[in-house]
């Protein structure tokens, strides 16, 4: 499954305000570090349990949160706030996956210490996500098999 389909289907996908007659459409994104956004991965081409196409929204937040848990084990993945190196999997009360949703969707691991700069972590994206009233959604409970404890957390 293509991840824009699904994206779509999740109403991932944000319209971007810009002139023109077409209005550029916003598919969600991972930051690896501090104003480092990249494309999600298709669980399908990463030989995931389970497929794209099966997967719930609640699946691909589980799915994001262990790839950067992964991705930090390799020492790939910096802190969204800081910049700083985030530690592997021995260490996963240090630091949390956020998924915020606003002019678009992102997955942002940020200290468990840097918690407080998160909105202004997301003010230095290129473009910034500039939404008043920004949710933001803890993935690591989820990851956790802490229970559905995604609700908002304000911010
Ligand atoms: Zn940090």
Same mark, same amino acid.
């Given at each position: 499954m293509e991840?824009? =389909?699904?994206?779509a289907?999740?109403?991932l996908l944000r319209p971007q305000p810009a002139e023109g007659p077409i209005t550029p459409i916003a598919?969600? $994104?991972?930051?690896y570090g501090r104003a480092d956004?990249?494309?999600p991965p298709n669980p399908d081409e990463h030989g995931y349990h389970t497929p794209l196409a099966q997967m719930t929204l609640l699946d691909y937040h589980?799915?994001?949160?262990?790839?950067?848990v992964a991705a930090a084990d390799t020492g790939r993945v910096?802190? $969204?706030?800081?910049?700083?190196q985030l530690a592997g999997a021995g260490e996963p009360q240090l630091w949390r996956v956020w998924a915020a949703e606003g002019a678009y969707v992102c997955w942002?691991?940020?200290? =468990?210490a840097c918690r407080q700069g998160v909105q202004r972590g997301l003010g230095l994206l290129t473009p910034p996500i500039l939404v008043p009233g920004l949710r933001l959604y803890d993935v690591s409970a989820i990851v956790r098999g802490d229970g $559905?404890?995604?609700g908002p957390q304000g911010g």
């Open positions: 991840l824009r =389909a699904f994206f289907a999740q109403r598919p969600p $994104a991972v930051a956004l990249r494309q589980r799915f994001i949160g262990e790839w950067l910096r802190c $969204a706030v800081c910049d700083r942002l691991p940020v200290h =468990a $559905a404890s995604g």
